[in-house]
């Protein structure tokens, strides 16, 4: 009845966004008190939000158009053109960031020789910047990854001498890593976060899938890691359309590097919605819309768009949980493009078309999601729903986090299994929970929470007797 006052008050114009507040307000109406903090910022954290700033950001950008080409074939040599003098630069601005650290915040090359293939007509030395933002907690395994790619190429994927600018792609995303780098450096998180940016994208995702490899053989306990790639424009090349609050998180369905028997796990389940990277897209949602005004997030259930890949893929492939955020209309006469002007339209991925308050919007909904996440708990082991009786009830449980300081709680997470949200949250304290709902008919998911009521990501159960 509330709903359909509220319809009938605000007209089927606003239809859409009032379906929003009405699910909202449902869901505070029948939370217990004790679940209510959900919806509760922590100033800290909004405090870093608000430091993202745009004006930094631009600068950023431009002085990395300013080196002329930072292909990945580019001169490595010259102090002022080329990615050896881009990769120089990023690695002194984050060194000046981790100045303001305490000594948690330390800088590097990862270094590596990529040998001739695809793309790369000889063995070449390259380098990603990693700052690496260490965590407090020592027994907090826990690593987050932010990335862009500063890497840039025009029409010719060859091409090393051009004027290639790639002020959108992606010196955008690289901007935005160094952003949260500055911002985020003077604070502490139980778990370690590493800003990246990497080179070698446009040849093949080559620096992120050296990250990537190097993690699994390292054993780097990888929670999540966020793809920035392309997130500065708001105008789609076929309309003149503003958008500049929408963003696209695309996140793969059936995990990536899934073995056949967990694919069929999943299949028995319906769970191929419900993969550790759509988990971390619905956490952005929530989380990102909480913290940063005017965001609309826009789950895109793909691992990427068609004919393209980023570097977050080499991640998936690693059978880590990771996604890319893009901007929601994607202006392809500035992507890979020579400058140029014909006919009246104007080629290139120059500085003058990028929406620097949209970089910022898009900066600030990643920091909320890293934050977060590092300053929670670890999210709870071996979640199960219990299948051994037949019953329209649900019962539920799970094992304490191996790693990190141990939750205050736990939300039980229930949509409907045509949602694509989580619809109602149930807040415990012990280990295991009984529901006076069906398994057969809803999805859950479990997640740790700390006492300042910073959420980990959802883990969805598999099936227990």
């Not at 869901?27 to 430091?51: H, N």
């Not at 690695?91 to 800088?107: D, H, L, R």
């Not at 736990?410 to 949602?419: G, H």
């Amino acid at each position: 009845m509330v709903g359909d006052a509220i319809m009938r008050l605000y007209g089927k114009k606003h239809h859409h966004h009032m379906k929003h507040i009405f699910l909202f307000l449902l869901l505070i109406l029948t939370l217990p008190a004790s679940a209510q903090t959900i919806v509760k910022q922590d100033t800290g954290i909004k405090q870093m939000v608000d430091e993202v700033s745009a004006k930094n950001i631009e600068a950023t950008i431009r002085k990395l158009v300013s080196f002329k080409s930072r292909h990945t074939l580019s001169d490595t040599t010259s102090k002022t053109t080329g990615s050896g003098a881009a990769r120089n630069w990023i690695k002194a601005e984050m060194e000046k960031y981790a100045t303001e650290s305490n000594g948690k915040m330390t800088v590097q090359f990862d270094t590596f020789t990529q040998p001739k293939g695809t793309r790369i007509d000889k063995p070449i030395k390259l380098k990603n910047v990693l700052a690496i933002l260490k965590g407090t907690d020592p027994n907090d395994t826990r690593v987050y990854l932010v990335s862009g790619h500063y890497d840039s190429r025009i029409n010719d994927v060859m091409d090393a001498n051009g004027v290639e600018p790639g002020a959108n792609d992606d010196a955008s995303g690289t901007a935005l890593s160094m952003e949260l780098a500055r911002v985020m450096a003077k604070r502490s998180f139980p778990a370690t976060i590493i800003f990246m940016t990497v080179v070698g994208e446009e040849q093949g995702l080559y620096g992120s899938a050296n990250v990537a490899k190097r993690a699994k053989a390292e054993n780097w306990n990888v929670d999540a890691m966020l793809n920035n790639d392309i997130v500065g424009n708001t105008y789609g090349i076929e309309t003149d359309l503003k958008d500049n609050r929408s963003v696209r998180v695309f996140s793969d369905g059936v995990p990536t590097a899934a073995t056949d028997k967990q694919v069929a796990a999943l299949k028995s389940l319906g769970g191929e919605n419900d993969s550790p990277s759509r988990q971390l897209a619905r956490y952005t949602k929530e989380i990102g819309e909480r913290y940063v005004d005017q965001l609309d997030v826009k789950l895109i259930y793909r691992r990427d768009r068609y004919l393209r890949g980023g570097d977050h893929l080499p991640f998936l492939e690693q059978g880590f949980t990771a996604v890319r955020f893009t901007e929601m209309n994607e202006n392809f006469n500035r992507q890979h493009q020579n400058i140029c002007a014909e006919n009246g339209v104007e080629y290139g991925d120059l500085p003058d078309f990028v929406d620097f308050n949209y970089v910022q919007k898009v900066a600030r909904m990643n920091l909320a999601v890293l934050a977060n996440l590092a300053s929670a708990p670890a999210g709870p082991q071996n979640v199960g729903v219990i299948t051994s009786d037949l019953t329209n009830k649900t019962k539920l449980k799970w094992e304490v986090p191996s790693t990190g300081k141990k939750p205050a709680g736990y939300y039980v997470l229930m949509r409907e299994t045509i949602s694509p949200y989580w619809e109602k949250k149930f807040y415990v304290t012990d280990t295991i929970a009984t529901l006076n709902y069906s398994k057969d008919n809803y999805f859950f998911a479990v997640q740790s929470v700390d006492a300042e009521g910073h959420e980990s990501l959802p883990v969805f159960p598999k099936p227990v007797r």
